[in-house]
């Protein structure tokens, strides 16, 4: 099985600029996996004695519950795992910024080793499953309508494709298939993310959203459209900087030079999403998100 998203509408569209801890989180499964394969049987051997989580020896490795997450033996494991991630993480750490991305994705991962303890105390428990089912959850509960594609050819809307699976991994947990996957790893993956997003959502914001891309000639970034927060009662926005690129945006010549102002105005404003998160752009800066992806829409 493999995913990927379309852009209708306005909506969602494959995106391949790496956020930051989207990028580390995959080079650190990589390496582990990599580590782990090269090694042979002895490092293998040590990683699922040390690094795994194990909850009748947690009180000695206390670090499992962390380390786990890292920790694959089986490619298909690894690669779909990340696969997920690739493909999911960009655009929540887009809206969230890194840090509330990086704190999302480990407690959803927290969440699968919580109920380790209490579905697989004798058990031996790794994989990064519990932290990218959150990271899948809170994809479709903030944009619910974007079309996955299975296969790269089958569309279903994301709110469907994880609520197949949320049973699924419920049944799952609560009768043992006996296929030795973590089932309650994945179903603590959700949870932890369902509160999260309902209790203490990353970024300030739980609410629903729909996308926007916005594309430069150095930047390709998802940037999900909110409406504009009006500004405090005592605040004077000061509106000379979106009037100025406004109108260099709707006067372009052959070359199009007149744009490249407002480009690198986009860029610096992605990376101000990238490091603080939607909640931290101002009203004008909001503007001029949603009037450069009206007209990539148009054009």
Known sequence: MSFGTATQGGGFGLQFRMTPWVRRLLIANGVVFLVALMGG?????????????????????PWGVLTYM?????????AM????????????????????????????GLGGALLGFIFAAQATVLGASGAVFGVMFAFAWLWPEAPIYLMG??????????????VFTFVSTLTGTGDGVAHFAHLGGILAGFLQLRFLPPGGSSSSGSGGVVRSSRKMAIVPREEPRAPAPSRRPDRSLRKRLMA????????????????????????K??????????????EV????SRRRRTN
Request: aromatic letters at 14%.
């Open 41 to 61: 049987r002895s490092v293998q051997l040590f990683m699922l004695e040390w690094l795994t989580l194990q909850p009748v020896e947690s009180l000695t490795r």
């Open 70 to 78: 890292f920790v694959h033996v089986d490619f298909w494991h690894v």
């Open 81 to 108: 795992n990340m696969l997920v991630l690739f493909f999911f993480g960009p655009p929540l750490e887009d809206r969230w910024g890194s840090s509330g991305f990086i704190r999302f994705y480990l407690l959803a």
């Open 153 to 166: 050819v089958f569309p279903v809307k994301a709110k469907w494709l994880v609520g197949i699976l949320f």
């Open 248 to 271: 260099r945006a709707r006067s372009r010549d052959d070359e199009g030079r007149p744009e490249e102002e407002l480009l690198d105005e986009v860029d610096r404003i992605l990376d």
């Open 273 to 286: 999403i990238s490091e603080s998160g939607m909640t931290s752009l101002t009203r004008e800066e909001r």
């Open 289 to 292: 998100l949603d009037e450069v």
